[in-house]
């Protein structure tokens, strides 16, 4: 019995069932090696750092992280990062709204059957709401638009969504900025109706299914907009994670795994309870890797006035435009921050990876071993050549692009290298 869960409970599921899954459903053979990189994720066979304190000789190692979205570990550097983009693209002076458009059940399994619809579906969100907006303004406004492309749902069945950040205004065309203070849902709930079924009216064939539907919604399908502002500043990584950057599922969500089953939680968006729901392992397998998109697929994507040839352009045209009309616009400085594994480490622990815990004192990098290629690195080695005078050559770090210099890897100050394991 494997009852208790830790957290090595998600690797386990999948090295216990994975062959006897992929068996069942070829389809996902592909996916071979994310699953392989997940399970080798943190293994020092698969390569590490190693550091020593000065002081003690107290020895610590690092084995590199595999940096792959399906790691519910490397999964939250990825979220960090994310957030930190989308924070630091926002428009000063300008609020947002959260637009969030969902897909009626009876076709969903177009999109899990057919993966390259999902592109079509982010197209044809874009299309509707601008086609909303040029219904109100009975003129084309362009407004920004950040685009997340979701597939799972509360219960991490396959559910395709779309959540949108777009400017509460915009500029129709004689650059003149149009607030959105009000979208009818009814308009809404009809433009994204018609835009969606002539879609996959165009793409897959099934007149007959989405004539019934129009039967069956007279009024539309759900597109929902929060017309209150999204949160700014500290507030906004906390709301972005509540809504479009959870992962199908975290670890504390899963209650129990008895090697046949597993049961996990999720929160039902009807009636706002936590609800338990046990699977067999298979199933909850599949329930995971279905929401691993197509290789080289771009989850958040930047529209409009967002668009990342001319977004630059568009910030300092905006905060000319908006002086002229008497805006206050509070200038901020707005950095994409990437996060090292040290750095990550003491976010999410709140401790020092790299003092000892022995001594308290800095540690030194020491060796980094590749699996491929032996020791790529050793700092004693370096004190040799050193030694006999030779010019320092240094080693180059796998996955950079540059070399480590035996001088950098000294406590100078409280400047310790390390390999960073989460990407740079």
């Known amino acids: 019995m494997k009852d208790c869960v830790d957290k090595e409970t998600f690797k386990q599921i999948f090295r216990d069932h994975w062959p006897e899954f992929v068996a069942q459903y070829p389809r996902y053979k592909d996916k071979d090696i994310i699953i392989e990189k997940m399970l080798g994720c943190g293994d020092p066979a698969n390569g590490y750092s190693e550091y020593i304190c000065p002081d003690c000789l107290e020895i610590k190692k690092v084995p590199f992280s595999c940096k792959c979205k399906f790691c519910l570990s490397c999964a939250r550097a990825h979220l960090e990062e994310w957030i930190s983009k989308i924070e630091a693209s926002l428009f000063e002076g300008v609020d947002y709204r959260h637009l969030i458009l969902t897909v009626p059940e009876q076709l969903r399994v177009y999109f899990y059957r057919q993966p390259k619809l999902l592109d079509e579906l982010i197209k044809t969100g874009l299309t509707m709401i601008k086609d909303v907006l ?17 597939t799972a749902g509360r219960s991490a069945g396959y559910n395709p969504h779309l959540h949108i950040m777009m400017t509460a205004g915009g500029l129709n065309s004689n650059h003149e900025w149009r607030d959105i203070k009000y979208i009818p849902f009814s308009l809404l709930h009809k433009k994204w109706q018609y835009h969606l079924f002539e879609m996959i009216k165009r793409e897959v064939k099934a007149k007959e299914l989405i004539d019934k539907l129009y039967r069956k919604y007279p009024k539309g399908i759900v597109a929902h907009i929060k017309m209150e502002k999204v949160p700014k500043k500290d507030k906004l990584a906390q709301y972005l994670i509540k809504y479009v950057g959870s992962p199908p599922i975290a670890l504390s969500r899963i209650v129990k795994y008895t090697g046949e089953k597993v049961r996990y939680w999720y929160k039902d968006h009807r009636t706002s309870k936590k609800e338990e729901i046990e699977i067999p392992v298979l ?10 998109l197509p290789p080289g697929f771009k989850q958040v994507r930047y529209y409009g006035l967002h668009a990342t040839c001319k977004a630059a352009k568009v910030r300092e045209f905006l ?7 008497g805006r206050m616009v509070e200038e901020t400085v707005r950095q994409v921050k990437h996060y090292s594994y040290r750095q990550g480490i003491v976010k999410i622990t709140g401790k020092d990876p790299f003092v000892c815990e022995k001594c308290g004192a800095e540690m030194w990098l020491w060796q980094i071993y590749h699996p491929k290629y032996g020791i790529i690195y050793d700092e004693l080695k370096e004190l040799e050549r050193r030694s006999h005078g030779q010019e320092e050559k240094g080693t180059r770090v796998a996955g950079g692009t540059g070399r480590v210099r035996p001088g ?5 100050g409280r400047d310790v290298l390390q390999l960073s394991l989460f990407p740079v």
Do not use: S, W
Not at 408 to 412: A, E, G, L, Q, T
């Open 134 to 150: 040029e219904t109100l303004f009975r003129d084309p406004v362009e407004a920004g638009y950040i685009v997340v492309l979701q």
């Open 283 to 292: 199933q909850f397998i599949g329930r995971m890797v279905q929401h691993v």
């Open 319 to 325: 905060k000319a435009l908006f002086l002229k009309m």
């Open 408 to 412: 950098n890897v000294r406590n100078r």
